[in-house]
T-cell receptor
Framework: GNSVTQMEGPVTLSEEAFLTINCTYT??????LFWYVQYPGEGLQLLLK?????DKGSNKGFEATYRKETTSFHLEKGSVQVSDSAVYFC????????????FGKGTTLSVSS | DSGVTQTPKHLITATGQRVTLRCSPR?????VYWYQQSLDQGLQFLIQ???????AKGNILERFSAQQFPDLHSELNLSSLELGDSALYFC?????????????FGPGTRLTVL
């Protein structure tokens, strides 16, 4: 079936460090891909998305590129801030299966000053 | 603030009981989704409604049911509650039922079953 696999956390970084959170997916066809972020005590917010191969989603300094050949959508940021501390979820929507999001397990990021 | 509201914020109840969670989508959004977030299962899709009709079903137990009313708010009913039903329940809404649309999430209802 369709699924998303994220790197295990937690990820602990110092401020201004480079961030990569790996995400790979399994799906028959061409899903839309998303990164959501959940700050402590809050609901999820869409961080960025890509709807077709080679698309790059970007927002707030975060980027992810839809790689069909490696079925990946890795999240990157060049210089993290303390305020980026949160849980990050990779997700997909598989067109033919409806519009519900299928989420990875989430990766906790902790950034210290 | 996403514009999606959920009530109550917290709910504590006992095994065997029944509870109702309420969700009001963003103004104008026709689709409502329910998700369950638990430590062992992660975030799982339960059910989707679009303009009052059930559109898709995920891993929703038979003890759980939902509906969307003419004013587009939605309720998730959980009955014969078990300890394992303790989780954070999120509602999300989107403008259409199309894929690739952003889903806006509410703050969630934390259910504790004792």
């Amino acid at each position: 079936g369709n699924s998303v696999t994220q790197m295990e956390g937690p990820v602990t970084l110092s401020e201004e460090a480079f961030l990569t959170i790996n995400c790979t997916y399994t799906a028959t066809g061409y899903p839309s891909l998303f990164w959501y972020v959940q700050y402590p005590g809050e609901g999820l917010q869409l961080l960025l998305k890509a709807t077709k191969a080679d698309d790059k989603g970007s927002n707030k300094g975060f980027e992810a590129t839809y790689r069909k050949e490696t079925t990946s959508f890795h999240l990157e940021k060049g210089s993290v801030q303390v305020s980026d501390s949160a849980v990050y979820f990779c997700a997909l929507v598989f067109n033919q299966a409806g519009t519900a999001l299928i989420f990875g397990k989430g990766t906790t990021l902790s950034v210290s000053s | 603030d996403s514009g999606v509201t959920q009530t109550p914020k917290h709910l504590i109840t006992a095994t065997g009981q029944r509870v109702t969670l309420r969700c009001s989508p963003r103004s104008g959004d026709l689709s409502v989704y329910w998700y369950q977030q638990s430590l062992d299962q992660g975030l799982q899709f339960l059910i989707q409604y679009y303009n009052g009709e059930e559109r898709a079903k995920g891993n929703i137990l038979e003890r759980f049911s939902a509906q969307q009313f003419p004013d587009l708010h939605s309720e998730l009913n959980l009955s014969s509650l078990e300890l394992g039903d303790s989780a954070l329940y999120f509602c999300a809404s989107s403008g259409t039922s199309g894929t690739g649309d952003e889903q806006f999430f509410g703050p969630g209802t934390r259910l504790t079953v004792l």
